[in-house]
């Protein structure tokens, strides 16, 4: 007799809750008063996507691989230049159907690293190649964003990686967005050509309309991406 009163009270119950969680995504109280507003919030069924720039690989055990590539976008001295970056797959497929005739289009050129100096020795065996990519999905996330001049992520969040914040040259007739690229960068296999095309430099504060301190005159700016 009491397994049975105990079986109709776990069904009971079970369906009490079931009501409360409907409640809840309906905006009413039932669930939030049981279980609080903050409760069971995360969903293991959500995935969030960031791309990896400077590598090959995806952050281990939170993110798996959608696909690798290497960086692409706008000529440097192209003033039409596309300015968002572009991941490339390693292996391209092509429509035949849809070939362009005419001189009016968009071009995509390939990108390299530009940090050739004494003040960048970790990345001098880069500079020339072409950068790597990775498109990634953040498992369990809903939201993910790149902080620059930062090393750490909000309470909450995951890191997914650091690195040194990169764009194009001030003196280039391009533009393009920011990138956070890995600290510990990675390049396409025997890339080291010096072709140019998208090319990317380290990104400094520059005193003035910046406050500082806290701010550094020409300093590197770091960064980090994070996911939650």
């Not at 009501?19 to 069971?40: M, P, Q, R, T, Y």
Request: net charge neutral; aromatic share 12%.
């Amino acid at each position: 007799m009491k397994i049975f009163k105990g079986t109709v009270i776990f069904w009971y119950c079970l369906i009490l809750l079931t009501e409360a969680k409907a409640s809840k995504n309906n905006g009413g109280v039932i669930w939030n008063f049981i279980f609080g507003d903050k409760a069971f919030t995360t969903n293991f069924n959500n995935y969030v996507e960031y791309t990896h720039w400077g590598r090959k690989d995806c952050t281990p055990n939170s993110s798996e691989i959608v696909y690798v590539g290497y960086l692409g976008g706008g000529h440097f001295m192209q003033t039409g230049a596309g300015t968002n970056p572009l991941c490339l797959p390693e292996k391209p497929e092509y429509d035949e159907r849809m070939v362009a005739n005419g001189s009016h289009r968009a071009e995509v050129y390939g990108a390299e690293y530009q940090t050739a100096s004494d003040q960048y020795p970790q990345w001098n065996d880069v500079h020339d190649t072409d950068p790597a990519c990775a498109v990634c999905l953040a498992k369990g996330r809903s939201a993910s964003i790149m902080i620059p001049a930062k090393r750490t992520c909000p309470e909450g969040w995951t890191k997914e990686y650091e690195g040194l914040l990169m764009g194009g040259c001030t003196h280039h007739k391009a533009t393009h967005e920011y990138l956070c690229v890995d600290g510990s960068p990675q390049s396409r296999d025997n890339s080291k050509m010096d072709k140019n095309g998208f090319v990317i430099y380290p990104a400094v504060g520059k005193c003035g309309s910046l406050k500082c301190p806290p701010y550094v005159d020409n300093h590197e700016l770091s960064c980090v991406v994070c996911t939650r």
